[in-house]
């Protein structure tokens, strides 16, 4: 039904900070600190698989004015229940990287937990990994970088009694369910 399908439904923002790894974008371009934000709407498929669709950007402010990347693609998350309270956050997307003119391969990854704050909002503490693949012409190598920081996850309240409920997104109700955390 829509209404079922609505409760699969999330829209994700995360940001932090990190380091850029990469020696060419540390020596060179003076580029070490990074700063990350990025937006994401996904819609479980099945237990806690979800698919996601969404864009990073990432700046590294220098003295020269920096640089900027944006990754724009698609993916999946694994968000497992950790009990009531909590959910563990694992991603993994790819996609068109954008740095300035050129447009490269890119692909990210991030593992974190949120904790439920009300029926329709989770946040969190999170580390990702970033790297934007270098083509062949590229003198510069690939730029990997990393970032922690928080996400805030907003779904449509759970609205569903409580005996039909399924918390660990298992298919079995909590009711129904000997192992409600797993």
Do not use: K
């Not at 099945?46 to 003295?63: K, Q, R, T, Y």
């Not at 999946?76 to 391969?105: F, H, K, Y």
């Not at 609205?159 to 079995?172: E, I, K, W, Y």
């Amino acid at each position: 039904s829509a209404q079922e399908f609505w409760r699969r439904l999330s829209a994700r923002l995360e940001g932090g900070a990190g380091l850029m790894l990469s020696s060419y974008q540390q020596q060179v371009l003076s580029q070490s600190l990074a700063l990350h934000g990025g937006v994401r709407a996904g819609v479980r498929v099945v237990g806690p698989l979800a698919i996601e669709v969404g864009a990073d950007s990432a700046m590294f402010p220098n003295g020269a004015g920096g640089g900027q990347s944006w990754l724009v693609g698609g993916g999946a998350r694994v968000e497992p229940a950790l009990g009531r309270l909590a959910r563990l956050q694992i991603d993994a997307r790819a996609g068109a990287a954008l740095t300035g003119a050129d447009v490269r391969c890119g692909y990210t990854a991030g593992v974190g937990c949120e904790f439920n704050v009300a029926s329709f909002l989770s946040l969190g503490p999170m580390v990702r990994w970033h790297h934007v693949v270098a083509a062949g012409v590229d003198v510069s190598g690939s730029a990997m970088f990393f970032t922690g920081g928080a996400t805030v996850t907003v779904r449509a309240p759970d609205d569903t009694p409580r005996a039909a409920r399924d918390a660990d997104s298992d298919g079995v109700s909590d009711g129904d369910d000997v192992c409600i955390d797993v």
